[in-house]
């Protein structure tokens, strides 16, 4: 049997902030295919950022194992290089052009800059760019700035992508479209995602499977499939498995938080 | 970028106020112009001394241009090595600041009598007073890069080199134009400054000459002469960020 593309095993995480601990994590463990896309869901600030760092390499854990394909990637110096990662704000550099923003992961791996910009330059169309490699980040709108984002965290062709709450600070509209938008892509290219978010809806339209958290300390409350074929457009919100879903998640959510929901003690 | 003119025309209309009430009130008052002249005074013996002024202006314009540079080095110098070493950081901040504190009035005679009459004293003068803010610039501006666009960087491979040029660096550029701003506005007065306590040549020394002999009209003159190149340096540092970081007053503009 061949391993899953990714699998986490016992994250453990606290942060120890003076003389005060805060446990985040408490034995977080999830797994992915090649090609399959699972959401992570949890309440505000249950610690889904921090395991996303954690997964990604960027920061350490108390416990526990990251494997890729099989392989043991934690505290290994190529453990960044199986993940691209798509941070919670859009961090476009205002410096940079569009193109040089999304060029920025090529550029750092030392690929020629002719290259780097035919790389990146291929994908523009597709994410609604076109036109837009030249200008300045200000002059992009919410829903572009997070697209260019993404442009610039896939084409590093990585085997993992990690989007944190992609649509988060947007409209609900643009978030609508950019759901079905990534829903469309994400199979057209057949990527292996994670993806972070609040938004229950959002999960069950993109993902194969959806992690639900519990508040913190986090750890898996229930793992919840969705057993629709992808890529999936809005009409599939009448299903009658997206609706058996959709309860599903909500009765992890509900069950995992013994206290109020808003009592979690997460701020954004 | 076109400025209209209705952008400076209140701080015309201040000055020629403030100019017409002196000359008017020199007038009536009969005041000696020793102690103080009529403003169209000092612009016509300004203009008759135009020659020896331009000659005095040159010595102060080199020094302050020799000090800021070496400002500019030593300041950025500093700054990577602080932000690159917390050791360095412990070590040269306190000693930084302590160099605030220094009365230039008390060391300027200190280094003409260590480096002479020459240019090098009035250089250091400028030197010490520019550097502080320089530095802080570029040492705040490293430390307002976002830990989430340090980990984004991380998480492409970037090494520690790679991060500071491509994200703290360029990051750090409206905070450095800041103190560089700042610091020019010191860089000329430093350098007058020096020149009052020993030199042959240069603004500072003009206006002590001047002062000797109660030409009140041309210390006057040299005053003018010294806030002009204050200004023009100040336009010059800003139209030089304006070229270097565009992104930055394009973006600050639109949020408006
Ligand atoms: N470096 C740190 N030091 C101390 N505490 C931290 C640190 N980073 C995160 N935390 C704490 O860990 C908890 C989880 O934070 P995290 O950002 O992972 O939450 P989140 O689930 O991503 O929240 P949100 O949904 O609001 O983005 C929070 O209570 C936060 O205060
Ligand atoms: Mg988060």
């Known amino acids: 049997m061949t391993p899953p593309r990714l699998l986490v095993r016992g994250i453990h995480k606290r942060f120890v902030d003076g003389d005060r601990t805060?446990?985040?994590?408490?034995?977080?463990?999830?797994?992915?295919?090649?090609?399959?896309?699972?959401?992570?869901?949890?309440?505000?600030?249950?610690?889904?950022?921090?395991?996303?760092?954690?997964?990604?390499?960027?920061?350490?854990?108390?416990?526990?194992?990251?494997?890729?394909?099989?392989?043991?990637?934690?505290?290994?110096?190529?453990?960044?290089?199986?993940?691209?990662y798509m941070p919670q704000q859009d961090l476009l550099f205002p410096w940079r052009r569009v193109m040089d923003n999304t060029t920025l992961g090529l550029e750092i791996r030392g690929v020629p800059r002719a290259a780097a910009r035919a790389r990146a330059g291929a994908l523009f169309a597709r994410f609604g760019l076109a036109g837009f490699e030249e200008a300045y980040p200000y002059t992009l709108s919410g829903g572009m700035r997070q697209r260019a984002a993404l442009l610039r965290t896939v084409v590093q062709e990585r085997p993992i992508l990690l989007l944190d709450e992609p649509f988060g600070a947007l409209d609900a509209l643009t978030r609508m479209e950019l759901q079905e938008w990534l829903a469309a892509v994400s199979s057209e290219f057949g990527w292996t995602v994670l993806l972070v978010t609040h938004d229950v809806r959002e999960a069950l339209l993109l993902s194969d499977r959806i992690v639900v958290l519990t508040p913190r300390p986090a750890s898996v409350a229930a793992t919840i499939a969705v057993p629709l074929p992808r890529p999936r457009a809005l009409e599939v919100l009448a299903d009658r498995a997206f609706i058996e879903a959709e309860t599903g998640v909500l009765r992890a959510?509900?069950?995992?938080?013994?206290?109020?929901?808003?009592?979690?003690?997460?701020?954004? | 970028m076109i400025r209209p003119i209705g952008r400076v025309l209140p701080a015309l209309l201040l000055a020629a106020a403030i100019l017409a009430a002196w000359e008017a009130y020199t007038r009536a008052s009969g005041i000696r112009p020793q102690v103080l002249?009529?403003?169209?005074?000092?612009?016509?013996?300004?203009?008759?001394?135009?020659?020896?002024i331009w000659s005095h202006t040159l010595p102060t314009l080199g020094e302050t241009a020799i000090g800021f540079s070496l400002a500019i080095v030593l300041g950025t110098a500093a700054a990577v090595a602080i932000d690159f070493s917390r050791a360095v950081r412990r070590a040269l901040y306190p000693a930084l600041v302590a160099s605030q504190a220094i009365p230039v009035v008390a060391v300027a005679p200190l280094l003409v009598l260590w480096f002479g009459f020459g240019i090098a004293p009035k250089a250091l003068v400028v030197a010490l007073v520019t550097f502080f803010p320089i530095t802080v610039g570029w040492v705040d501006g490293f430390a307002s890069t976002e830990r989430a666009a340090s980990n984004l960087l991380r998480s492409m491979g970037a090494s520690r080199w790679q991060v500071f040029r491509l994200v703290?660096?360029?990051?750090?550029?409206?905070?450095?134009?800041?103190?560089?701003?700042?610091?020019i506005t010191y860089a000329v007065i430093g350098a007058i400054f020096a020149e009052y306590v020993g030199a042959k040549r240069g603004l500072g020394i003009f206006m002590q000459l001047q002062q000797n002999s109660f030409r009140t009209d041309l210390v006057i003159a040299a005053v003018v002469v010294t806030a002009a190149i204050s200004v023009a340096l100040f336009l010059a540092t800003s139209a030089l960020e304006r070229a270097v970081i565009p992104w930055h007053h394009a973006s600050r503009e639109t949020e408006r």
């Open chain 1, 22 to 84: 805060i446990e985040v994590l408490r034995d977080v463990a999830l797994e992915a295919g090649a090609g399959e896309f699972v959401s992570v869901i949890g309440p505000s600030g249950c610690g889904k950022s921090t395991l996303f760092n954690i997964i990604a390499g960027l920061e350490d854990a108390g416990a526990g194992a990251v494997h890729v394909d099989g392989d043991l990637v934690t505290g290994r110096a190529a453990h960044t290089e199986a993940f691209a």
């Open chain 1, 253 to 268: 959510l509900r069950a995992g938080s013994a206290v109020p929901v808003d009592g979690s003690g997460g701020g954004r």
């Open chain 2, 168 to 183: 703290r660096l360029p990051g750090a550029l409206p905070s450095f134009f800041s103190g560089l701003r700042i610091a």
């Open chain 2, 37 to 52: 002249p009529p403003p169209s005074r000092v612009l016509l013996e300004g203009w008759a001394f135009r020659g020896l």
